[in-house]
């Protein structure tokens, strides 16, 4: 709604059941980020010159923070890929219609897409890892600072 009234400026991504921000984004139900990635992109929110900014609005405490940002942010392209895939013009008939269960198949058939090969491909055409997760970890990164790290563990709830 406050998309359609020109009113949002910002879209934070999280979820959260157990306290805020607790997890990475999607990880609880993907297809509630597809729903509102589908609303983003309907109401205008990913065209080139709108103003709404995306973020990531997250605290890792079990996982470790760098690779549950990289999922969350995987997990955004993800939905995003295949939120665009949905037809939107084969929706509106089914919707019109009534046919509750077309227009539930149209979406699902968007949402059970696998959009991840083309997603790798999509990277690399810009020369980044076609995936990041092993990248990441292929990286040595995380050992690097886990070795270095004051105390030894990251900060967390003590979960």
Not at 34 to 47: Q, T
Not at 84 to 107: C, F, K, M, P, S
Not at 140 to 149: E, K, P, V
Request: glycine share 10%.
């Amino acid at each position: 709604q406050l998309l359609r009234l020109g009113k949002l400026g910002s879209f934070d991504f999280n979820s959260r059941f157990y306290a805020d921000d607790d997890l990475i984004v999607g990880a609880a139900d993907p297809f509630q980020l597809f729903r509102i990635l589908y609303e983003v992109i309907r109401g205008g929110g990913l065209a080139e010159d709108s103003p709404v900014a995306f973020m990531l609005d997250q605290c890792h405490n079990v996982e470790d923070k760098i690779p549950g940002q990289i999922r969350s942010v995987l997990n955004v392209q993800e939905m995003t890929a295949r939120a665009l895939l949905v037809d939107r013009e084969a929706l509106t008939a089914a919707q019109l219609a009534g046919d509750v269960l077309g227009a539930n198949g149209i979406l699902m058939d968007a949402f059970y897409t696998d959009v991840r090969p083309d997603l790798a491909t999509w990277r690399q055409s810009r020369g980044l890892e076609g995936d990041p997760m092993a990248a990441y970890a292929a990286s040595g990164y995380q050992q690097s600072i886990a070795d270095t790290r004051v105390g030894g563990q990251q900060a967390s709830w003590g979960a």
